[in-house]
């Protein structure tokens, strides 16, 4: 599986990197066919509480799931975005 991490106008520290990288791991215990996961940083403007974004794609064969979500702090936008993909492929499951 390849974990590709894009930090759009900052760098993203080499904890963060290990942090994503740790959970899109657990992401194979659903679906060992994952190709990809696609982490996409950013800081939204203006400077609030809420400014951290992930958008997380997980690309599968003849699939790709997406989730986006705003937090506090990157590590806990990656936790929700995360969720959100396990609960789509939950549903994938049951309709198949």
Known sequence: MDVRIQAIHFDATDKLV???NK????????????????VKLSVVKPETAMNKEAV???YQPQ????????????EE???LCLEAIER???KRKEKK
């Open 63 to 74: 699939d790709e799931l997406v989730a986006s979500k705003t937090a506090d702090s990157f």
């Open 77 to 79: 936008a990656v936790d």
């Open 56 to 58: 997380i794609s997980v």
């Open 23 to 38: 959970k899109a791991e657990r992401l194979q215990r659903h679906n060992p066919a994952i190709t990809t996961v696609d």
């Open 88 to 90: 789509q492929m939950e």
């Open 18 to 20: 290990a942090f994503i």
